[in-house]
């Protein structure tokens, strides 16, 4: 099929952004917002900062709180992107957990909560966003990793196991729904970009030996993700399917 044409931007598209109050969520927001795309911005937390930066510099967005452990949850978030615009096109899953244990003390409830975090919240949305992609014939899923799962970092088992079972999980979905127009694609990202439910940056001994393991030597920035996230939820990334994209400077030369 020879390519003559490409859609530039994102000009009428609608894209939801998960995790979207903080950080690397608010991030995405913006960018994809600087493209053009329409928002809506949820979060469990309230996110009305986030809606305020993106209207504030000319984007269009909706804000609704949502838990995304429960998959009516995840179907609101949904009928209010399709009630304020009247499409879909774009899924940002930015949801998840991250903790530090040695395996031997790491309880049960915290690998479930790294479990249920990670993966159930993925499921419930990806599962509420397909039917109407399916439809329109068109969509970009982008879910997200960690370079902690090519380093194999010590600590983080139930981390590690999680952000695994992203990559495997959107490699196999990806099969399956390209026929319908359907890209899903994942961003492996540092740590030192990973942040905590408070908003700050995840701080341990672990992040003192990252730095100076890497081949370009500064922190990663939301900014850094945010403008591999704006490619793959173009229309022009349609080419790029179940791949994982290492964004962490150079740690994990995957």
Not at 101 to 122: A, C, I, R, S
């Amino acid at each position: 099929m020879k390519i003559t044409q490409f859609e530039l931007g994102l000009n009428g598209r609608v894209a939801i952004v998960t995790g979207a109050a903080i950080g690397n969520g608010r991030a995405f927001c913006e960018r994809l917002a600087q493209e053009g795309a329409k928002l809506v911005i949820a979060d469990l937390v309230d996110a009305t900062e986030t809606l305020r930066l993106v209207t504030e510099a000319g984007g269009v967005a909706v804000h609704v709180q949502a838990d995304l452990t429960n998959p009516a949850d995840a179907d609101r978030v949904v009928e209010i992107a399709l009630k304020e615009y009247g499409r879909l096109d774009i899924l940002v899953h930015n949801v998840g957990h991250y903790s530090e244990e040695p395996f031997e003390l790491l309880e049960f409830d915290e690998w479930k909560k790294t479990m249920v975090l990670t993966l159930d919240t993925m499921y419930h949305m990806v599962r509420a966003v397909l039917p109407t992609m399916k439809k329109a014939g068109f969509g970009r899923i982008i879910t997200f990793s960690s370079d902690t799962v090519w380093l194999g970092t010590p600590y983080l088992t139930h981390y590690v196991t999680a952000k695994m079972g992203v990559i495997g999980f959107t490699r196999s979905l990806a099969a399956e729904v390209g026929k319908n127009g359907i890209t899903i694609n994942t961003v492996s990202v540092g740590l030192t970009a990973t942040q905590s439910a408070t908003g700050d940056a995840v701080q341990s001994s672990i992040l003192e030996h990252i730095l100076p393991a890497q081949a370009v030597h500064r922190p990663d920035e939301p900014e850094d993700i945010a403008n591999v996230v704006a490619f793959l939820a173009l229309p022009a990334s349609g080419i790029i399917t179940g791949q994982t994209i290492n964004v962490d400077g150079g740690v994990a030369r995957h």
